[in-house]
């Protein structure tokens, strides 16, 4: 009597469902994990804007963009590389020869207008002058650019 | 019979181990909340915008499309001027000759006559800014037109470029 309440019981929890909502969060985390942060760049304070629209029609997302940083001094921000104006007019020279090279490769032509079908994405601080911003746009244009977005959080 | 067979299946059963395979599931768990960053929600305002030239047409999907208005361009177009003042905040707002309020209700309020208004002909803007003018500032007076070519149910056509010295003073 006494060895049979001795060590017969044994608990076994069954695991198994607890295992299933582990690897449903798991698979959650995976979808939703962006490990590739190269645009977001954390130096960039955008301003708040509630009419910017996120990009959710899909030809927008599929289109080639561009993502210049524009830091608060005005300073377009390339890797960790703070480059100034006449720095980055050179980067944005050497974008838009890919950008040729990659139509002319897959054997299509600019715009009739002359040009360029990417677009540039301007994430500028909030606290950058217009002035910066107008350099680089214009350095932009004489390489050919014609489209732009500009960057802001949405809502407040 | 019976019940020896049923004993001697529970005997051969495999007893595949859980525990491991769910300490290495919550291990994995817990590096994905930890990396894990939500990502901002950022919107953005698409423009086109072409190099300087007299009398450009500001066109939302692409610059060779003409405009089917027998209306000049120039015409069609609100100008507006920013002026910045002391740390490039917003001092002023000139739309066409009116000077209003650097406040954005006001803004959405006066554009709101000039684009609902079946008489008058404005379905785009030329924003003249000034250079010292941050960015944040510029961002806001866009984000009201953008809202009052909305409320007139007109296609937001916006562009802006440099306010020159002495111009329009």
């Known amino acids: 009597m006494a060895g049979s309440a001795g060590g017969e019981f044994k608990a076994e929890p069954n695991l198994t469902p607890l295992l299933d909502v582990v690897f449903q969060l798991i698979t959650f985390f995976m979808l939703v994990i962006n490990f590739s942060n190269d645009n977001y760049d954390k130096r960039v304070k955008l301003p708040v804007a509630d009419s910017a629209r996120p990009v959710e029609d899909a030809n927008q997302a599929n289109v080639d963009r561009l993502v210049l940083n524009i830091d608060h001094e005005g300073h377009l921000l390339e890797g960790n590389e703070v480059q100034p104006l006449h720095k980055a007019i050179e980067t944005i020279k050497r974008h838009a020869g890919f950008v040729r090279l990659g139509l002319k490769v897959a054997g299509k032509k600019p715009d009739p207008g002359g040009g360029l079908p990417t677009v540039i994405v301007f994430r500028v601080d909030r606290d950058a002058d217009f002035s910066s911003l107008n350099s680089m746009i214009k350095a932009c244009q004489a390489q050919g650019f014609r489209k732009f977005a500009f960057k802001a959080m949405s809502g407040s | 019979m019976k019940a020896s067979e049923a004993r001697r299946r529970k005997a051969q059963a495999p007893d595949v181990p859980i525990a491991p395979m769910l300490d290495m599931a919550f291990q994995l768990l817990t590096f ?138």
């Open chain 2, 32 to 169: 994905f909340v930890l990396t894990y960053h939500a990502a901002p929600i950022e919107g953005q305002f698409m423009m086109n915008l072409l190099p300087p030239q007299p009398a450009t047409a500001i066109t939302p999907e692409s610059p060779s499309e003409q405009p089917s208005d027998a209306l000049p361009t120039t015409l069609r177009t609100l100008p507006t001027i920013l002026r910045a003042g002391g740390g490039g905040r917003l001092d002023q707002i000139k739309v066409g000759e009116q000077s209003i309020s650097t406040d954005t209700r006001e803004l959405g309020k006066e554009l709101d006559k000039y684009f609902q208004d079946p008489d008058l002909p404005f379905d785009q803007t030329l924003i003249k800014v000034d250079p010292k003018l941050r960015y944040g500032e510029l961002m806001r007076v866009i984000n009201a037109f953008s809202d009052a070519f909305v409320r007139a149910k007109k296609p937001p056509k916006l562009s802006f470029d440099e306010l020159q010295p002495g111009e329009s003073e």
